[in-house]
T-cell receptor, first 116, second 113 residues
């Protein structure tokens, strides 16, 4: 069965520090990859997505992620975090059948706390 | 944005009660989903529906049932609630055609005493 692993449960950074959150998945076929963010008390919102093409994907709020197929990874990065980035981040994967998609499989999430 | 609306937003109830959580959407999407979120476990899929006549079990369907009353409405029921069903429940939608990511409602926080 497909699975998604997020290596860090809780990351604590100071403002202006750089961020990298790890995500690995287990499926060997064609996949779509997503990062979602959940701010405290809110629902999930899409940060960025990868379907095909350039493996370096840029999303909202200065976030980016790089798909490395050989490593089955899709790590999220941001050069300089802000206090407002404090949230929980979820990596998700689904299978790409070429015109339709399988169901999303979520990682367990990484809580990011940014100290002002 | 209120494209996906969940009711109620919060509910406290007792063990053994029947609970219904409702979800409606204005996005015109074919697929609808119910997830539960527990601390440290991420989101887990309970049930999903590709259209009104198509209902499928997800990863953790035991103890739950669903009804797809119309393309826009998908309700989740707990027939006899138990404390370990205390969680945050999210409804989501996606478009069947293409590779659209899912859109989430604001969640229902359910506490079972």
């Amino acid at each position: 069965a497909q699975s998604v692993s997020q290596h860090n449960h809780h990351v604590i950074l100071s403002e202006a520090a750089s961020l990298e959150l790890g995500c690995n998945y287990s499926y060997g076929g064609t996949v779509n990859l997503f990062w979602y963010v959940q701010y405290p008390g809110q629902h999930l919102q899409l940060l960025l997505k990868y379907f095909s093409g350039d493996p370096l994907v840029k999303g909202i709020k200065g976030f980016e992620a790089e798909f490395i197929k050989s490593k089955f990874s899709f790590n999220l990065r941001k050069p300089s975090v802000q206090w407002s980035d404090t949230a929980e981040y979820f990596c998700a994967v689904n299978e790409n059948y070429g015109g339709s998609q399988g169901n999303l499989i979520f990682g367990k999430g990484t809580k990011l706390s940014v100290k002002p | 944005d209120a494209d996906v609306t969940q009711t109620p937003r919060n509910r406290i109830t007792k063990t053994g009660k029947r609970i219904m959580l409702e979800c409606s959407q204005t996005k015109g999407h074919d697929r609808m989903y119910w997830y539960r979120q527990d601390p440290g476990l991420g989101l887990r899929l309970i049930y999903y529906s590709f259209d009104v006549k198509d209902i499928n079990k997800g990863e953790i369907s035991d103890g739950y049932s669903v009804s797809r009353q119309a393309q826009a409405k998908f309700s989740l029921s707990l027939e006899s609630a138990i404390p370990n069903q205390t969680a945050l429940y999210f409804c989501a939608t996606s478009d069947l055609v293409g590779n659209q990511p899912q859109h989430f409602g604001d969640g229902t926080r359910l506490s079972i005493l």
